[in-house]
């Protein structure tokens, strides 16, 4: 193998300007840092920076799934029509499924994902229990034609994807399969040194996850979680129900108050000089079935959609218009006095709030000491909020926090849906034919490579955890010319080559400045900088990239050293 690489012969065409229409970091640093080129929307070509990195994602992947007897393994890219209409999801999986015929014009699609695949694979020929469990995955490109790609790697039409796929006889051998997996899938963020967090994405009936996304924490996610340090549970907030503390604002006769200037739940708080989380919030809304609605919801919190939708369909808040029709007031709505015809929820966590501050029907007055039951009644209690930071957690009571998160992988109990679907079967102890019981466990490896940058960079550039990066080590010579500075820079590359070092040399007649800035930008975790002035007196400087750390390292003991730091580092 070839000892060390020259910067001179990379193709990495890094950019000195950020490309306009690059809004993610990672998007915009692959493109400066000559990594990723775009070929057509979400289409993109990996160049050797960024296509090391991903090998290096992959075999981690590998590794573990080694561990768990999980084996590698391809089918086409190509799918059958037929497969995809036995499963019932060629209509399903509606235009994201890129769809194509051959010259015969007998029909195919792209895989989006290989449920179907795997199952007509193993249908035949996995026959009895005596060889169950097998889980069997592939790495390679998926298809699906997203209604926006975005956000470079992230969100491509064409994106490099681990599937798998167990088979098993029963429940109880899937759970087994599945929590491996789930175990495989924390370790591969933990060893490429992603900060994930685990959210359940679906409950089983006896309480146990059936689903579970794995996001890594970034402020450029999409999706919006809330997590608990002390235990580790996490959640959508739109799928979360936690623990809300709210206030009480005291006991009392009911009481009709003069609120004049209110417009908001924080101008009302002021006015009464209690926490927003005293008052209460009213949301009027007309349902899809056309029923006027006012829904209660503690003062700090918001409504959330994909709650809502459960409840009332399609529905849109009230305008001026229905408001007026309807006899209500906004700014002003209570439970107490409601005009005729309207349904009433409330949020289930006001259910233990026994005296309520609220709106009375009446511009510019509200109630104090509204209280449950002597003043009103609410006949429906129902799950409405979305879970914020500082609500409690609901397994083990501490307060929450809040990250966005991006998924970068999933993994799912499937059941008997495409077996039975596709007659998969299998004969068990008793002869009997039975569904093979599936699971299938995904996960991004490009989008992981873009997360990976999301979470190492700043404003110079990418700064590489060392099991992932493109090299561990890259040395700059200061002058290419010089003949002490270029021998000693070889001399120190050849060494750490050979002690097992990835080490890239920039031998670029570049000046310094144009090299730093290059290696901060592509970011290997280690710089060796090799000055005329250092090396008289026999010594290099090393700069951690991550840290900015420097540090003058004698020439002669450098190789040894920072071997072992990388060793220990590449987990
Ligand atoms: P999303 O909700 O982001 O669209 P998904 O839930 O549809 O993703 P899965 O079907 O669970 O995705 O696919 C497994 C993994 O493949 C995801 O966790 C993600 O890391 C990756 N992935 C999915 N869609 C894309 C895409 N368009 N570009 C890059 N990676 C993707
Ligand atoms: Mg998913």
Not at 472 to 491: M, S
Request: net charge negative.
């Amino acid at each position: 193998m070839k000892s060390f690489h020259k910067m001179s012969k990379l193709y990495a065409p890094t950019l000195k300007e950020d490309p306009a229409d690059a809004e993610l970091a990672s998007h915009r640093l692959m493109l400066r840092a000559g990594m990723i080129r775009k070929g057509a929307a979400g289409l993109y070509s990996y160049l050797p920076l960024a296509w090391r990195s991903l090998l290096k994602i992959e075999n981690i992947i590998r590794e573990e799934m080694d561990e768990i007897d999980a084996q590698e393994m391809l089918v086409p890219i190509l799918t059958d029509e037929d497969l995809w209409k036995q499963s019932g999801r060629w209509n399903a999986y509606g235009p994201e499924l890129m769809r194509m015929h051959d010259r015969h014009e007998h029909v195919y699609a792209l895989g989006p994902t290989h449920e179907e695949s795997f199952t007509d694979l193993v249908r035949n020929e996995l026959r009895s229990y005596k060889q169950l469990p097998v889980t069997l995955y592939q790495i390679q490109d998926k298809f699906r034609d997203e209604r926006r790609p975005r956000f470079g790697l992230m969100r491509g039409r064409e994106f490099i994807m681990k599937d798998g796929y167990s088979f098993s006889a029963d429940q109880e051998s899937l759970q087994e399969c599945y929590d491996q997996e789930k175990e495989a899938y924390a370790k591969i963020c933990d060893r490429i040194g992603l900060r994930a967090l685990q959210v359940v994405a679906d409950s089983g009936q006896i309480g146990g996850d059936t689903s579970v996304e794995f996001m890594a924490l970034a402020e450029s996610g999409e999706a919006e979680l809330v997590y608990c340090d002390d235990c580790g549970w996490a959640a959508d907030v739109e799928a979360a129900t936690a623990g809300v503390s709210l206030q009480s604002s005291g006991a009392g006769e009911l009481e009709h108050i003069y609120t004049p200037q209110i417009f908001t739940i924080e101008d009302l708080a002021d006015q009464l000089n209690v926490p927003t989380s005293a008052t209460v919030k009213a949301l009027a809304l007309v349902s899809e079935e056309s029923n006027k609605v006012v829904c209660f919801i503690p003062g700090d919190h918001e409504l959330n959609d994909c709650k809502a939708e459960k409840f009332f369909g399609e529905y849109h808040l009230m305008t001026e218009e229905e408001l007026a029709e309807a006899g209500l007031v906004r700014g002003f709505m209570g439970p107490v006095n409601l005009p005729e015809g309207i349904e009433v929820y409330a949020d289930t966590t006001l259910k233990d709030i026994e005296f309520w501050t609220v709106g009375a029907n009446e511009v510019d007055y509200h109630f104090l000491h509204a209280q449950q039951k002597r003043d009103f009644t609410i006949s429906n209690w129902v799950d409405l909020i979305s879970a914020k930071a500082g609500d409690s957690c609901p397994h083990c009571g501490a307060p929450l926090k809040s990250a966005r998160g991006i998924e970068v992988g999933q993994v799912f109990q499937l059941g008997t849906k495409y077996s039975e679907a596709m007659g998969a079967t299998f004969m068990d102890i008793n002869g009997r034919e039975k569904p093979l019981v599936m699971g299938c466990y995904g996960i991004g490896v490009s989008r992981t490579l873009a997360a990976v940058i999301e979470q190492y960079h700043d404003a110079n550039g990418i700064f590489w955890p060392v099991s992932v990066a493109p090299y561990e080590v890259e040395i700059v010579p200061l002058d290419v010319n010089d003949e002490i500075v270029w021998p000693v820079a070889t001399q120190i590359a050849a060494e750490l080559s050979e002690l097992g070092i990835e080490v890239l040399v920039d031998d670029r007649k570049e000046r310094p400045g144009v090299k730093f800035a290059d290696a901060d930008l592509i970011g290997m975790p280690y710089q060796v900088i090799c000055g005329k002035k250092a090396i008289a007196s026999g010594t290099v400087e090393i700069k951690n990239r991550a840290t900015g750390e420097r540090s003058e390292v004698a020439i002669s003991e450098l190789a040894q050293m920072l071997a072992k730091k990388i060793k220990e580092q590449r987990a």
